[in-house]
Nanobody, 128 residues
Framework: EVKLVESGGGLVQPGGSLKLSCAASGFAFDTAAIGWFRQAPGKEREGISCISGSVDSEYYKDSVKGRFTISRDSAKNTVYLQMNSLRPEDTAVYYC?????????????????????WGTGTPVTVSA
């Protein structure tokens, strides 16, 4: 059974930090591209960061570049998203998703239908 389980969301003040986790099982984790998407209220879901399969290249949407860092721990089958300098506009439900095809084009191109597996999301609220 394939599972992607996000955790680590919550309420944080502007300028604060959170670290999201995405625990994966049931598929070839090391060769899959794992992406983080977010969906703010009333907006479409967007891909914001991705780590490619095998070589672990990192990709970021401009709005989070320099503030967010994605990483993979193959021993734990987990991908992390370290989020620093959080802003109110980062408020959203954050989802991780896997693409068995190794590359990050579906994540960074917002091609939701191209992703093979999805987690159920973890909410992040940035507010004073």
């Amino acid at each position: 059974e394939v599972k992607l389980v996000e955790s680590g969301g919550g309420l944080v003040q502007p300028g604060g930090s959170l670290k999201l986790s995405c625990a994966a099982s049931g598929f070839a984790f090391d060769t899959a591209a794992i992406g983080w998407f977010r969906q703010a209220p009333g907006k479409e879901r967007e891909g914001i960061s991705c780590i490619s399969g095998s070589v672990d290249s990192e990709y970021y949407k401009d709005s989070v570049k320099g503030r967010f860092t994605i990483s993979r721990d193959s021993a734990k089958n987990t991908v992390y998203l370290q989020m620093n300098s959080l802003r109110p506009e980062d408020t959203a439900v954050y989802y991780c998703a896997a693409d068995k095809g190794t590359f990050c084009r579906n994540v960074m191109g917002n091609n939701l239908w191209g992703m093979d597996y999805w987690g159920t999301g973890t909410p992040v609220t940035v507010s004073a």
